[in-house]
């Protein structure tokens, strides 16, 4: 009965260790930063930026507690803000930060968690933004000072967030833009803009095609003009060789000249297959037809006979 009784003191008694040693033990990784609490009241930070390594540690039971944060980089997503530039042009701006817990006791000690730090630092990036967006215009803020202004935002924010136990490692812009309304405003001008441009090409090409049209009228009137004139000088130039070959030749032979004359006259007046001539026989125009030397005149005499060329 004795013997049954110790046994089962000393199973009671190592099952009461194991507890106390459960409870006493805790693991702080390579991640995480710890704060040893003895009745509320902070005794001891672990493995704060290298001062101590990551292991196991030990605390006393039920009088101490233990809080673990994060050692690693935290994300903070800002919802998008509205803001005011310089020169009175309004801005949504969406921005996101970094950041790690570089004091543990003062981050406890002032925001106790992360949630809360996140609203925190929320407020006074925004604040930031505003006060320092402010006083650039919007040229500046999307295009040549973007760089610039982030970093004195960074600036601002880590001068507030250092009474938190933070530190603000990276801040970011990601979109800058105009509201929907004012984009739509904007590219309705910028629409209209190049329609009236286009308009001015237009009107331009019209007056320039007519230019050009105008010119190459005026050069085929000139040219046709020229032509006709040239065409005219050549054809009285034809006509009068022509009259003077045939006044050579009239002059040479006139009896030849007579009778070639006639054969055109017969040739072109008796050339249709319906061509009716009410004429007298003895009409001097068929004077070959009676007489083939054309002696014959018109009345029926007898034209005299011509000498013989000697």
């Given at each position: 009965m004795n013997t049954q009784t110790i046994r089962t003191g000393l199973v009671v008694l190592a099952a009461l260790l194991l507890v106390l040693a459960y409870a006493s033990a805790f693991t702080v990784t390579q991640t995480q930063q710890a704060l040893v609490l003895q009745f509320g009241r902070v005794?001891?930070?672990?493995?704060?930026?290298?001062?101590?390594?990551?292991g196991l540690y030990f605390k006393l039971p039920f009088f101490e507690s233990v809080v673990l944060f994060e050692k690693r980089l935290l994300d903070l997503d800002l919802p998008v803000q509205t803001v005011l530039s310089a020169d009175r042009q309004n801005l949504e701006v969406d921005a996101f930060a970094r950041y790690k817990i570089s004091d543990p006791l003062r981050f406890y000690q002032s925001v106790n968690n992360i949630q809360v730090a996140n609203?925190?630092?929320?407020?006074?990036?925004?604040?930031?933004?505003?006060?320092?967006?402010?006083?650039?215009?919007?040229?500046?803020?999307?295009?040549?000072?973007?760089?610039?202004?982030?970093?004195r935002i960074q600036e601002d924010v880590n001068r507030q967030a250092k009474n938190l136990g933070i530190e603000i490692i990276d801040l970011r812009l990601t979109r800058v833009?105009?509201?929907?309304?004012?984009?739509?405003?904007?590219?309705?001008?910028m629409q209209t803009e190049r329609q009236r441009e286009a308009a001015d090409l237009r009107a331009n090409g019209q007056q320039i095609s007519a230019t050009i049209k105008a010119r190459a009228d005026r050069d085929v009137t000139v040219l046709l003009a020229e032509a006709s004139q040239?065409?005219?000088?050549?054809r009285g130039q034809g006509d009068a060789d022509?009259?003077?070959?045939l006044a050579d030749a009239f002059g040479q032979d006139p009896?030849?000249?007579a009778f070639y004359r006639s054969m055109q006259a017969y040739e072109k007046g008796l050339s249709g297959s319906e061509t009716r001539l009410v004429i007298s026989p003895n009409s001097?125009?068929?004077r070959y037809f009676n007489?083939?030397?054309?002696?014959?005149?018109?009345?029926?005499?007898?034209?005299?006979?011509?000498?013989?060329?000697q």
């Open positions: 005794r001891t930070v672990l493995n704060q930026s290298g001062t101590d390594r990551p609203q925190r630092l929320s407020s006074f990036t925004n604040a930031a933004m505003r006060n320092v967006l402010a006083s650039a215009s919007r040229d500046a803020i999307v295009r040549t000072q973007r760089e610039g202004l982030m970093n833009d105009l509201p929907a309304a004012n984009s739509q405003a904007v590219y309705q001008r040239k065409a005219d000088q050549l022509r009259n003077r070959i009896d030849f000249f001097d125009f068929f007489d083939p030397q054309g002696r014959q005149r018109l009345g029926g005499a007898a034209a005299p006979a011509r000498a013989p060329a």
